[in-house]
């Protein structure tokens, strides 16, 4: 049983759920931050906290999960993919589906920490068929990275709207910051497939722009990201210095993650994928967090 468990957790890459769960975290930080000074102030609750957790990690499992269910006859033919969980046999179809079914039924569950506001429950099954969608957008459009994006982006503003059933420009933009990150990342990490997706007729930047179209395309997604993340103190004033000096280094660690990746050399892709990514995430919040605090 332990051992079919870290399978699963291996097959949905578990540790990657750092990139979007400190967004979410922030914009729960942020809201808190706005709650303790509102009139009349909303205290915080450590059901809350547990129901952010829950609920991202409950739905990306899922979302991976199905993603790896709808791509596992993709998977098979790629030779990057081929030794993957369900291609090589190692899972089983029917596990997986099992799988998918209680992560997606866990964070709905989730949703009901956050009572009595319903908003989240409400929102929960149309958010899982979004996040499902995407494993299917690449067979038709071009913006499947997009859609990644926004799926990842819906993180920061659900978890502020379960805290302050509202929608405000503060998490919107965080959450557009972050659709950008995602979609630019992905484009890069999508480079190493770019001949596969091309004789597959599968829908990807690189497989329609080219490797070297595909990297700058990517770059502007990031610098767009930067200047979103520039706006957010203009529309949520308790964000100060500290928190623009680590924007500024967030630019700085992108460039870097650009400089790993060149079009004739992608050996460095997962480098700038997996560590580059979870340093802007993780720092981001830390760097967040420390300036409301101060």
């Known amino acids: 049983m332990l051992g079919r468990l870290r399978k699963l957790l ?8 750092l990139f979007a769960l400190p967004f979410a975290l922030l914009a729960a930080v942020m809201a808190w931050a706005a709650n303790a000074r509102g009139d009349p102030p909303i205290a ?4 809350d906290l547990a129901g952010i957790v829950a609920c991202m990690v409950c739905a ?3 979302a991976m999960a199905f993603n ?3 791509d596992r006859r993709l998977d098979a033919l790629n030779p990057r993919t081929a030794n993957r969980h369900l291609p090589t046999g190692t899972l089983s179809v029917a596990g997986v589906v099992l799988f998918t079914a209680v992560s997606s039924l866990g964070f709905v569950a989730g949703t009901l920490l956050f009572l009595p506001n319903r908003v989240p429950l409400y929102a929960s099954v149309p958010v899982l068929l979004f996040l499902f969608a995407y494993s299917l957008t690449k067979r038709f459009t071009v913006l499947s990275h997009l859609w990644l994006g926004t799926a990842l982006a819906l993180a920061p503003v659900a978890a502020w709207v379960a805290l302050r059933p509202e929608l405000h420009w503060a998490p919107v933009l965080l959450g557009s910051a972050v659709m ?4 630019g990342f992905d484009v890069i990490y999508a480079c190493q497939d770019t001949e596969f997706d091309v004789r597959m007729r599968l829908y990807s930047v690189p497989a329609r722009f080219g490797v070297a179209g595909a990297l700058r395309l990517a ?13 957010v103190p203009v529309v949520y004033d308790e964000f100060g210095w500290v928190y623009l000096a680590g924007v500024a280094s967030i630019g700085v660690l992108l460039v870097y993650e650009h400089a790993l990746v060149r079009p004739d050399d992608l050996t460095r892709v997962n480098r700038a994928f997996f560590h580059v990514n979870a340093v802007v995430s993780i720092g981001l919040l830390l760097i967040g967090t420390l300036d409301l605090l101060i």
């Open 219 to 231: 770059a502007v997604c990031h610098l767009g990201m930067v200047v979103l993340l520039s706006t």
């Open 10 to 17: 291996e097959m949905i890459r578990f540790s990657h759920t």
């Open 180 to 183: 950008l990150w995602v979609a």
């Open 44 to 47: 915080f609750r450590g059901r």
């Open 68 to 70: 790896r269910l709808a």
């Open 60 to 62: 990306r499992s899922a």
